[in-house]
C-alpha cells in the first residue's frame, strides 16, 4: 500500500484548493503548478505538475 504523501482539498470559497503535505497544510492552490512547488518545498525534488495529475501518493 502507498502512503498518501499529500492531500488536495476541494475548492474553497475562493476556488483555491488547500494542501495538506504530510502533516502540515502548506497553502491554497490555484493549480497543478502550485501543488508541484509546496512539494518541492517539501523536499520532494524532481516533481513537475504532470506527476503530480499521475502520482497516486497524492489523494
Avoid: K, N
Avoid at 9 to 23: F, I, L, M, N, Q
Avoid at 24 to 52: K, N
Amino acid at each position: 500500500m502507498t502512503e498518501t504523501l499529500a492531500a488536495v482539498y476541494p475548492p474553497a470559497d475562493d476556488d483555491g484548493r488547500r494542501v495538506r503535505v504530510g502533516d502540515r497544510f502548506t497553502g491554497s492552490a490555484q493549480s497543478l503548478l502550485d501543488i508541484a512547488v509546496f512539494l518541492r518545498r517539501a523536499g520532494v525534488h524532481d516533481i513537475e505538475p504532470d506527476d503530480v495529475e499521475r502520482a497516486i501518493w497524492v489523494e
